[in-house]
Protein backbone atom coordinates (compact mmCIF):
# COMPACT_ATOMS: atom_id res chain seq x y z
CA UNK A 1 0.00 0.00 0.00
CA UNK A 2 1.54 3.05 -1.07
CA UNK A 3 1.99 5.97 1.77
CA UNK A 4 -0.93 8.36 -0.01
CA UNK A 5 -3.66 5.63 0.62
CA UNK A 6 -2.52 5.31 4.37
CA UNK A 7 -2.78 8.65 5.58
CA UNK A 8 -6.03 8.32 3.41
CA UNK A 9 -7.38 5.35 5.91
CA UNK A 10 -5.29 7.45 8.98
CA UNK A 11 -7.56 10.74 8.77
CA UNK A 12 -10.58 9.37 10.60
CA UNK A 13 -8.17 8.24 13.47
CA UNK A 14 -6.34 11.79 12.86
CA UNK A 15 -9.48 13.83 13.48
CA UNK A 16 -10.97 11.89 16.10
CA UNK A 17 -7.27 12.59 18.07
CA UNK A 18 -7.20 16.31 17.14
CA UNK A 19 -11.28 16.22 18.96
CA UNK A 20 -9.51 14.92 21.87
CA UNK A 21 -6.50 17.27 21.66
CA UNK A 22 -8.87 20.36 21.00
CA UNK A 23 -11.51 19.27 23.90
CA UNK A 24 -7.94 19.93 26.44
CA UNK A 25 -8.15 24.07 27.26
CA UNK A 26 -4.02 23.75 27.43
CA UNK A 27 -3.90 27.35 27.38
CA UNK A 28 -0.19 27.87 29.51
CA UNK A 29 -1.61 30.68 31.23
CA UNK A 30 -2.87 29.65 35.38
CA UNK A 31 -5.00 33.39 35.28
CA UNK A 32 -6.65 32.12 32.99
CA UNK A 33 -7.52 28.21 32.47
CA UNK A 34 -6.39 25.60 34.81
CA UNK A 35 -2.76 24.53 34.71
CA UNK A 36 -4.00 20.85 34.39
CA UNK A 37 -4.90 21.07 31.66
CA UNK A 38 -2.05 21.63 30.36
CA UNK A 39 -0.67 18.53 31.89
CA UNK A 40 -3.10 16.91 30.62
CA UNK A 41 -1.98 17.73 26.92
CA UNK A 42 1.03 16.90 27.52
CA UNK A 43 0.27 13.48 28.85
CA UNK A 44 -1.85 12.85 25.77
CA UNK A 45 1.13 13.47 23.14
CA UNK A 46 3.88 11.38 25.49
CA UNK A 47 1.11 8.28 25.49
CA UNK A 48 0.58 8.81 21.79
CA UNK A 49 4.29 8.85 20.40
CA UNK A 50 5.64 6.27 23.18
CA UNK A 51 3.01 4.35 21.28
CA UNK A 52 4.81 5.03 18.11
CA UNK A 53 8.27 3.76 19.05
CA UNK A 54 10.04 7.05 21.33
CA UNK A 55 10.12 4.45 24.49
CA UNK A 56 12.06 6.78 26.25
CA UNK A 57 9.86 9.76 25.96
CA UNK A 58 9.20 11.74 28.72
CA UNK A 59 7.98 15.03 30.68
CA UNK A 60 10.91 17.25 30.96
CA UNK A 61 9.95 20.55 33.19
CA UNK A 62 11.26 23.63 31.69
CA UNK A 63 12.61 27.07 33.27
CA UNK A 64 9.20 28.89 33.24
CA UNK A 65 7.49 25.90 34.84
CA UNK A 66 5.85 24.20 31.60
CA UNK A 67 6.48 20.47 30.32
CA UNK A 68 8.25 19.78 27.17
CA UNK A 69 8.01 15.69 25.76
CA UNK A 70 11.20 14.98 24.70
CA UNK A 71 12.24 11.38 23.01
CA UNK A 72 14.08 9.51 20.36
CA UNK A 73 13.72 6.67 18.52
CA UNK A 74 16.50 5.06 16.69
CA UNK A 75 16.27 3.78 13.08
CA UNK A 76 18.26 1.16 11.57
CA UNK A 77 21.11 2.78 11.02
CA UNK A 78 22.92 4.78 14.49
CA UNK A 79 25.24 6.39 11.33
CA UNK A 80 22.50 7.94 9.80
CA UNK A 81 21.33 11.43 9.83
CA UNK A 82 19.23 12.32 12.86
CA UNK A 83 16.01 14.46 12.28
CA UNK A 84 13.55 16.47 15.15
CA UNK A 85 10.45 16.96 15.07
CA UNK A 86 9.09 19.70 16.63
CA UNK A 87 4.97 21.04 17.84
CA UNK A 88 3.64 22.24 20.51
CA UNK A 89 0.63 21.34 22.33
CA UNK A 90 -0.35 24.86 24.04
CA UNK A 91 -2.76 27.20 22.60
CA UNK A 92 -4.17 30.98 22.78
CA UNK A 93 -6.66 31.69 24.99
CA UNK A 94 -9.82 31.91 22.47
CA UNK A 95 -10.48 35.69 23.07
CA UNK A 96 -14.26 36.66 22.49
CA UNK A 97 -16.14 33.56 22.87
CA UNK A 98 -19.50 35.51 21.55
CA UNK A 99 -17.09 35.92 18.39
CA UNK A 100 -16.74 32.11 17.79
CA UNK A 101 -19.12 30.56 15.31
CA UNK A 102 -18.97 27.27 16.95
CA UNK A 103 -17.63 26.23 20.58
CA UNK A 104 -13.65 26.83 21.05
CA UNK A 105 -12.84 23.72 22.75
CA UNK A 106 -14.81 21.34 20.35
CA UNK A 107 -13.76 20.27 16.79
CA UNK A 108 -16.76 20.99 14.75
CA UNK A 109 -17.01 20.70 11.33
CA UNK A 110 -18.29 23.65 8.73
CA UNK A 111 -17.60 24.00 5.18
CA UNK A 112 -15.03 20.99 5.26
CA UNK A 113 -13.03 22.80 7.69
CA UNK A 114 -12.27 21.62 11.48
CA UNK A 115 -13.30 24.48 13.58
CA UNK A 116 -11.87 24.56 17.37
CA UNK A 117 -8.67 26.28 19.24
CA UNK A 118 -5.33 24.66 18.50
CA UNK A 119 -6.78 22.77 15.14
CA UNK A 120 -4.21 24.70 13.49
CA UNK A 121 -1.46 26.20 15.97
CA UNK A 122 -0.40 24.01 16.60
CA UNK A 123 -2.27 20.50 17.63
CA UNK A 124 -2.91 20.01 14.34
CA UNK A 125 0.73 19.06 13.45
CA UNK A 126 1.03 16.92 16.14
CA UNK A 127 -1.75 15.05 14.73
CA UNK A 128 -0.08 15.22 11.18
CA UNK A 129 3.30 13.72 12.91
CA UNK A 130 1.45 11.35 14.05
CA UNK A 131 -0.35 9.82 10.81
CA UNK A 132 3.23 10.43 9.12
CA UNK A 133 4.83 8.19 11.40
CA UNK A 134 1.92 5.43 11.59
CA UNK A 135 2.14 5.53 7.77
CA UNK A 136 6.03 4.82 7.74
CA UNK A 137 5.49 1.99 10.48
CA UNK A 138 8.90 0.63 10.89
CA UNK A 139 10.31 1.87 7.27
CA UNK A 140 12.10 4.94 8.97
CA UNK A 141 15.39 5.06 7.52
CA UNK A 142 16.56 7.96 9.83
CA UNK A 143 17.09 8.49 13.61
CA UNK A 144 14.28 10.55 15.32
CA UNK A 145 13.94 12.62 18.36
CA UNK A 146 10.63 14.65 19.45
CA UNK A 147 10.30 17.58 21.53
CA UNK A 148 6.86 18.84 21.89
CA UNK A 149 6.61 22.21 24.34
CA UNK A 150 4.13 23.64 26.39
CA UNK A 151 4.57 27.33 26.46
CA UNK A 152 5.04 29.01 23.09
CA UNK A 153 2.04 31.21 23.24
CA UNK A 154 2.86 32.51 25.94
CA UNK A 155 6.63 33.59 24.93
CA UNK A 156 7.74 32.68 27.88
CA UNK A 157 11.41 31.25 27.00
CA UNK A 158 10.86 27.64 28.93
CA UNK A 159 12.22 25.37 25.81
CA UNK A 160 14.78 28.56 24.63
CA UNK A 161 16.32 27.96 27.69
CA UNK A 162 15.93 23.91 27.81
CA UNK A 163 18.17 23.66 24.79
CA UNK A 164 21.12 24.86 25.04
CA UNK A 165 21.33 23.29 28.74
CA UNK A 166 20.40 19.86 26.89
CA UNK A 167 21.62 19.98 23.46
CA UNK A 168 22.42 15.66 23.46
CA UNK A 169 18.71 15.45 24.06
CA UNK A 170 17.46 17.05 21.12
CA UNK A 171 20.69 17.15 18.40
CA UNK A 172 19.89 16.42 14.96
CA UNK A 173 20.63 17.23 11.46
CA UNK A 174 17.59 18.42 10.47
CA UNK A 175 14.97 20.55 12.25
CA UNK A 176 11.22 20.25 11.31
CA UNK A 177 9.55 23.06 12.99
CA UNK A 178 6.00 22.48 12.36
CA UNK A 179 4.13 25.74 13.82
CA UNK A 180 3.92 27.49 9.97
CA UNK A 181 2.57 26.58 6.93
CA UNK A 182 1.49 27.09 3.21
CA UNK A 183 0.75 30.18 1.47
CA UNK A 184 -2.49 28.38 0.43
CA UNK A 185 -4.72 25.61 0.53
CA UNK A 186 -2.93 23.02 -1.60
CA UNK A 187 -0.18 25.42 -2.30
CA UNK A 188 3.24 23.60 -0.40
CA UNK A 189 6.06 26.72 0.95
CA UNK A 190 9.25 26.21 3.53
CA UNK A 191 9.02 29.51 5.80
CA UNK A 192 12.50 31.44 5.46
CA UNK A 193 12.45 34.35 7.17
CA UNK A 194 10.83 35.50 10.42
CA UNK A 195 10.88 38.65 11.80
CA UNK A 196 11.65 39.46 15.64
CA UNK A 197 9.83 41.47 17.87
CA UNK A 198 10.20 44.08 20.26
CA UNK A 199 7.40 44.68 22.99
CA UNK A 200 7.56 47.57 24.75
CA UNK A 201 5.07 49.60 26.96
CA UNK A 202 5.11 53.79 27.32
CA UNK A 203 4.11 55.49 29.82
CA UNK A 204 2.89 59.27 30.08
CA UNK A 205 1.92 61.49 32.63
CA UNK A 206 1.19 64.96 32.70
CA UNK A 207 -0.63 65.72 36.06
CA UNK A 208 -1.11 64.55 39.51
CA UNK A 209 -4.95 64.12 39.47
CA UNK A 210 -7.84 63.99 36.92
CA UNK A 211 -9.13 67.46 36.62
CA UNK A 212 -12.55 68.64 35.51
CA UNK A 213 -12.37 69.12 31.15
CA UNK A 214 -14.57 72.09 31.36
CA UNK A 215 -12.87 74.02 34.52
CA UNK A 216 -8.93 73.16 33.07
CA UNK A 217 -9.41 71.57 29.68
CA UNK A 218 -7.50 73.58 26.95
CA UNK A 219 -4.46 74.87 29.27
CA UNK A 220 -4.06 71.53 31.57
CA UNK A 221 -1.48 69.15 29.86
CA UNK A 222 -3.45 66.31 28.45
CA UNK A 223 -1.92 62.15 28.92
CA UNK A 224 -4.23 60.76 26.81
CA UNK A 225 -3.75 62.97 24.53
CA UNK A 226 -0.10 63.43 24.81
CA UNK A 227 -0.16 59.69 23.97
CA UNK A 228 -2.16 59.68 20.87
CA UNK A 229 -0.05 61.86 19.23
CA UNK A 230 3.16 59.76 19.90
CA UNK A 231 1.69 56.29 18.30
CA UNK A 232 0.14 58.69 15.52
CA UNK A 233 3.71 59.55 14.67
CA UNK A 234 5.38 56.01 14.83
CA UNK A 235 3.78 55.82 11.19
CA UNK A 236 3.34 58.42 8.11
CA UNK A 237 0.27 58.56 6.32
CA UNK A 238 0.80 55.78 3.89
CA UNK A 239 1.13 53.09 7.13
CA UNK A 240 5.20 53.14 6.43
CA UNK A 241 6.73 53.02 9.62
CA UNK A 242 8.71 56.39 10.54
CA UNK A 243 10.98 55.25 13.22
CA UNK A 244 14.59 56.81 12.86
CA UNK A 245 17.18 54.01 12.40
CA UNK A 246 14.59 51.60 11.23
CA UNK A 247 14.88 50.65 7.22
CA UNK A 248 11.09 50.87 6.37
CA UNK A 249 12.52 50.49 3.05
CA UNK A 250 13.50 47.23 2.19
CA UNK A 251 11.91 44.54 -0.70
CA UNK A 252 11.03 40.85 -0.10
CA UNK A 253 12.61 38.40 -2.80
CA UNK A 254 10.66 34.98 -2.56
CA UNK A 255 7.20 34.33 -2.85
CA UNK A 256 4.73 37.12 -3.52
CA UNK A 257 1.49 37.83 -1.57
CA UNK A 258 -1.10 39.48 -3.77
CA UNK A 259 -3.14 42.13 -2.55
CA UNK A 260 -5.95 40.73 -3.33
CA UNK A 261 -5.54 37.42 -1.85
CA UNK A 262 -4.29 39.44 1.21
CA UNK A 263 -7.17 41.51 1.41
CA UNK A 264 -9.71 38.50 1.57
CA UNK A 265 -6.98 36.87 4.49
CA UNK A 266 -7.24 39.70 6.28
CA UNK A 267 -10.90 40.45 5.71
CA UNK A 268 -10.21 44.25 5.00
CA UNK A 269 -13.16 46.54 4.70
CA UNK A 270 -14.33 47.28 1.32
CA UNK A 271 -13.04 51.14 0.61
CA UNK A 272 -10.00 50.61 2.94
CA UNK A 273 -6.67 51.37 2.08
CA UNK A 274 -3.45 48.54 2.88
CA UNK A 275 -0.69 49.80 4.66
CA UNK A 276 2.76 50.93 3.06
CA UNK A 277 4.24 52.05 0.13
CA UNK A 278 5.37 48.76 -0.49
CA UNK A 279 4.04 45.52 -1.98
CA UNK A 280 2.56 43.01 0.52
CA UNK A 281 5.02 41.24 1.11
CA UNK A 282 7.22 43.82 1.63
CA UNK A 283 5.66 45.49 4.32
CA UNK A 284 5.07 42.22 6.00
CA UNK A 285 8.27 39.80 5.79
CA UNK A 286 11.04 42.04 4.96
CA UNK A 287 9.91 45.57 6.47
CA UNK A 288 9.55 47.51 10.42
CA UNK A 289 5.73 47.43 11.43
CA UNK A 290 4.54 48.88 15.12
CA UNK A 291 1.57 47.65 15.83
CA UNK A 292 -0.22 49.28 19.06
CA UNK A 293 -1.54 46.54 21.10
CA UNK A 294 -3.37 48.26 24.08
CA UNK A 295 -3.86 51.34 25.55
CA UNK A 296 -4.79 52.45 29.42
CA UNK A 297 -7.50 54.92 28.78
CA UNK A 298 -11.20 55.27 29.82
CA UNK A 299 -13.78 53.41 28.49
CA UNK A 300 -16.25 55.06 26.55
CA UNK A 301 -19.61 53.94 28.31
CA UNK A 302 -18.65 55.22 32.03
CA UNK A 303 -16.30 58.11 31.52
CA UNK A 304 -16.39 61.43 33.10
CA UNK A 305 -16.16 65.30 31.70
CA UNK A 306 -12.34 64.59 32.95
CA UNK A 307 -8.62 65.13 31.52
CA UNK A 308 -7.05 61.81 31.96
CA UNK A 309 -3.69 62.67 33.90
CA UNK A 310 -1.70 59.45 33.16
CA UNK A 311 -1.83 56.83 30.99
CA UNK A 312 0.11 53.63 28.71
CA UNK A 313 0.39 51.60 25.83
CA UNK A 314 1.84 48.91 25.04
CA UNK A 315 3.61 48.44 21.68
CA UNK A 316 4.64 45.30 19.10
CA UNK A 317 7.56 46.34 16.87
CA UNK A 318 7.99 43.63 14.57
CA UNK A 319 11.75 43.53 12.72
CA UNK A 320 12.85 41.90 9.76
CA UNK A 321 16.36 39.72 9.06
CA UNK A 322 19.41 42.08 9.56
CA UNK A 323 18.08 44.47 12.40
CA UNK A 324 19.29 43.61 15.93
CA UNK A 325 16.50 44.00 18.41
CA UNK A 326 18.71 45.97 21.55
CA UNK A 327 18.80 48.49 18.90
CA UNK A 328 15.49 48.28 17.34
CA UNK A 329 14.41 48.99 21.30
CA UNK A 330 16.71 51.49 21.68
CA UNK A 331 15.14 53.39 18.57
CA UNK A 332 11.73 53.07 19.31
CA UNK A 333 12.27 54.50 22.82
CA UNK A 334 14.24 56.95 21.22
CA UNK A 335 11.84 58.40 18.51
CA UNK A 336 8.73 57.90 21.81
CA UNK A 337 10.56 60.61 24.12
CA UNK A 338 11.35 62.82 21.55
CA UNK A 339 8.19 63.11 19.74
CA UNK A 340 6.09 63.59 23.34
CA UNK A 341 4.60 66.63 23.12
CA UNK A 342 4.08 69.22 26.44
CA UNK A 343 7.36 68.24 28.35
CA UNK A 344 5.17 65.20 29.26
CA UNK A 345 6.96 62.25 31.37
CA UNK A 346 7.62 59.75 29.38
CA UNK A 347 8.73 56.09 30.99
CA UNK A 348 9.62 52.85 28.84
CA UNK A 349 10.12 49.33 30.27
CA UNK A 350 11.38 46.41 27.22
CA UNK A 351 8.48 43.47 27.68
CA UNK A 352 10.11 41.28 25.56
CA UNK A 353 12.67 40.56 22.72
CA UNK A 354 12.84 38.24 19.98
CA UNK A 355 16.20 37.99 17.27
CA UNK A 356 15.04 37.81 13.93
CA UNK A 357 15.64 34.29 11.45
CA UNK A 358 16.89 33.70 8.18
CA UNK A 359 17.06 30.09 7.04
CA UNK A 360 20.15 28.45 5.19
CA UNK A 361 18.36 26.40 2.15
CA UNK A 362 21.23 24.62 0.39
CA UNK A 363 21.41 21.72 1.73
CA UNK A 364 19.99 17.93 1.58
CA UNK A 365 16.76 18.47 3.88
CA UNK A 366 15.91 21.25 1.48
CA UNK A 367 16.16 19.31 -1.39
CA UNK A 368 14.39 16.21 0.26
CA UNK A 369 11.54 18.12 1.55
CA UNK A 370 11.12 19.96 -2.02
CA UNK A 371 10.99 16.67 -3.60
CA UNK A 372 8.67 15.24 -0.89
CA UNK A 373 6.04 18.48 -0.96
CA UNK A 374 6.37 18.25 -4.62
CA UNK A 375 5.02 14.49 -4.92
CA UNK A 376 2.74 15.14 -1.95
CA UNK A 377 0.88 18.19 -2.99
CA UNK A 378 1.89 17.92 -7.01
CA UNK A 379 3.16 21.54 -7.39
CA UNK A 380 6.14 22.85 -6.48
CA UNK A 381 7.18 23.80 -2.90
CA UNK A 382 7.48 28.12 -2.43
CA UNK A 383 9.21 30.09 0.46
CA UNK A 384 7.15 32.60 2.65
CA UNK A 385 8.30 34.66 5.67
CA UNK A 386 6.49 35.20 8.69
CA UNK A 387 5.55 38.27 10.09
CA UNK A 388 5.77 36.42 13.57
CA UNK A 389 8.54 35.36 15.72
CA UNK A 390 9.80 31.82 16.78
CA UNK A 391 12.73 32.93 18.75
CA UNK A 392 13.00 29.12 19.51
CA UNK A 393 14.43 29.35 15.56
CA UNK A 394 17.13 30.91 16.26
CA UNK A 395 18.09 29.13 19.68
CA UNK A 396 18.01 25.68 17.17
CA UNK A 397 20.61 27.74 14.74
CA UNK A 398 22.69 29.06 17.95
CA UNK A 399 23.08 25.73 19.79
CA UNK A 400 23.01 23.10 16.51
CA UNK A 401 24.95 25.37 13.68
CA UNK A 402 25.00 22.45 11.17
CA UNK A 403 21.53 21.60 11.43
CA UNK A 404 18.85 22.45 8.60
CA UNK A 405 16.24 23.75 9.89
CA UNK A 406 12.37 23.76 7.98
CA UNK A 407 9.80 25.49 9.26
CA UNK A 408 6.76 24.31 7.63
CA UNK A 409 3.29 23.24 8.59
CA UNK A 410 -0.80 22.68 8.52
CA UNK A 411 -1.62 26.66 9.10
CA UNK A 412 -2.68 28.88 5.79
CA UNK A 413 -3.86 32.64 6.00
CA UNK A 414 -7.39 31.33 6.28
CA UNK A 415 -6.86 29.27 9.29
CA UNK A 416 -6.87 32.61 11.64
CA UNK A 417 -4.35 31.13 14.23
CA UNK A 418 -4.49 33.21 17.56
CA UNK A 419 -8.19 34.72 16.27
CA UNK A 420 -11.47 33.58 16.81
CA UNK A 421 -12.40 30.78 14.92
CA UNK A 422 -9.33 29.18 13.96
CA UNK A 423 -9.70 25.92 11.89
CA UNK A 424 -7.72 24.04 9.74
CA UNK A 425 -8.56 22.43 6.23
CA UNK A 426 -8.26 18.15 6.94
CA UNK A 427 -6.29 18.43 3.42
CA UNK A 428 -3.85 20.36 4.97
CA UNK A 429 -3.27 17.38 7.49
CA UNK A 430 -3.06 14.65 5.28
CA UNK A 431 -0.53 16.23 2.49
CA UNK A 432 1.60 17.94 5.11
CA UNK A 433 1.57 14.40 6.71
CA UNK A 434 2.41 12.56 3.41
CA UNK A 435 4.93 15.11 2.95
CA UNK A 436 6.52 14.55 6.33
CA UNK A 437 6.58 10.89 5.59
CA UNK A 438 8.19 10.78 2.01
CA UNK A 439 10.58 12.80 3.99
CA UNK A 440 11.92 10.71 5.82
CA UNK A 441 12.19 8.13 3.87
CA UNK A 442 14.26 10.31 1.41
CA UNK A 443 16.17 12.61 3.45
CA UNK A 444 18.87 9.94 4.35
CA UNK A 445 20.18 9.49 0.72
CA UNK A 446 20.25 13.09 -0.01
CA UNK A 447 22.28 13.61 2.93
CA UNK A 448 24.58 10.76 1.60
CA UNK A 449 24.56 12.15 -1.65
CA UNK A 450 26.43 15.01 0.25
CA UNK A 451 28.70 12.95 2.39
CA UNK A 452 27.15 13.51 5.54
Given amino acids: MDLRTRIAELMPQARAELTDLVAIKSVADPRQFPPEECERAATWVLDKFKELGFSDAALHETADGSRAVVGSRPGPDPSAPTVLLYAHYDVQPPLDEAAWRTPPFELTEQNGRWYGRGTADCKGNIVAHLAALRALGDEVPVNLKLVVEGSEEQGTGGLEAFVPEHPELLRADAILVCDTGNAAVGRPAATVSLRGMVNIVVTV ?62 MVMDGVSLAGSGSVSDMLWARPAVTILGIDCPPVVGSAAAIVPKTAARLNLRIPPGVNPDQAATSLIDHLQAVAPLGVHVGTRIEAEGAPFKAETDGPAYRAMGSAMQEAYGTPMTTLGQGGSIPLCNVFADTFPGAELILMGVEEPAALIHAPNESVHPDEI ?11 QRYASAAASDGL
Fill in 430 to 440: AAMALTEALFL
Fill in 205 to 266: EALGSELHSGMFGGAAPDALAALVAMLASLRDEQGNTTVKGLDATQTWSGEPYPSDQFRRDA
